[in-house]
Structure formats: structure tokens, C-alpha cells
């Protein structure tokens, strides 16, 4: 048969991907993955020591309530301050339809998602 296409790793190596993995570890709700998408400059949150392992899985379960969704598309794509890229998100749960800014900022050996504007999704929080 064919050789089978190579596969590259699922590392997050441009913007894009490092958004889809963060919303897909969302989606999954896995802190593990969720870690690994998270960060900045510097690298995962899961290896900045910048909070506590407890507090990071705090957050991340925020992060998770906050933004869980059904459905996710990405409605725009542009350049934000320091190099990142912003990400205008259209996020679906049940009825409900919200868009949120997600920034993804370069970091040493890939890209990460370094933050999400929350005020947009706060009402979804409550919404089962």
C-alpha cells in the first residue's frame, strides 16, 4: 500500500494549533493536557513554578468552568502586542453563544495560550 503520511507530533507549533489544544484539553476538561497548552514566554504553566501545583489546578478548573463549551470556531485571527496573535472565538454551549479574545504568545520551543478574556463568558459560568 501507500506509505502511510507522516504525522507531525502534536506539539503546538504555530498559533493555531497551540488555541486548538487548549480548547480541545477544555473541551476534555484534562488538567494534564490543559498544563501543557496554558503559558507564556516562557513555557508551560505546568513547568513556571509561578503558582503551586494546587493553585494551577485551581485555576485550571476555572478556566475549564468558565470556557467549557460545545462547539468552538474561530471568527478572526490578528496581531496583538509582543508578537502574539489574538484569537476572536466563538464558543457554543447549548444555547448559549459567546465570543471571547484568546491570546497565544510564542514561547521557546512552540506556542501556548497565555490568556482569555473571561468577562465575556462570565455568564456562561452558571449555565449548565
Known amino acids: 500500500g501507500a506509505p502511510s503520511p507522516v504525522t507531525a507530533p502534536a506539539t503546538a507549533s504555530g498559533p493555531r494549533p497551540a488555541l486548538d489544544a487548549f480548547l480541545s484539553a477544555i473541551r476534555a476538561q484534562d488538567l ?6 496554558w503559558g507564556d514566554k516562557a ?3 505546568r513547568d513556571s513554578k509561578v503558582f503551586t501545583r494546587e493553585e494551577m489546578e485551581q485555576r485550571e478548573l476555572i478556566l475549564i468552568r468558565c470556557f467549557k463549551h460545545d462547539r468552538a470556531r474561530v471568527l478572526g485571527e490578528s496581531l496583538a502586542a509582543g508578537g502574539e496573535r489574538k484569537f476572536e472565538v466563538e464558543l457554543v454551549r447549548g444555547t448559549v453563544t459567546r465570543v471571547a479574545d484568546f491570546f497565544t504568545v510564542p514561547g521557546p520551543d512552540r506556542w501556548y495560550v497565555r490568556s482569555a478574556n473571561m468577562d ?3 455568564d456562561l459560568r452558571s449555565a449548565k
Open 32 to 37: 494534564q493536557a490543559l498544563s501543557v497548552a
Open 43 to 45: 513555557g508551560p504553566v
Open 120 to 122: 465575556a463568558v462570565k
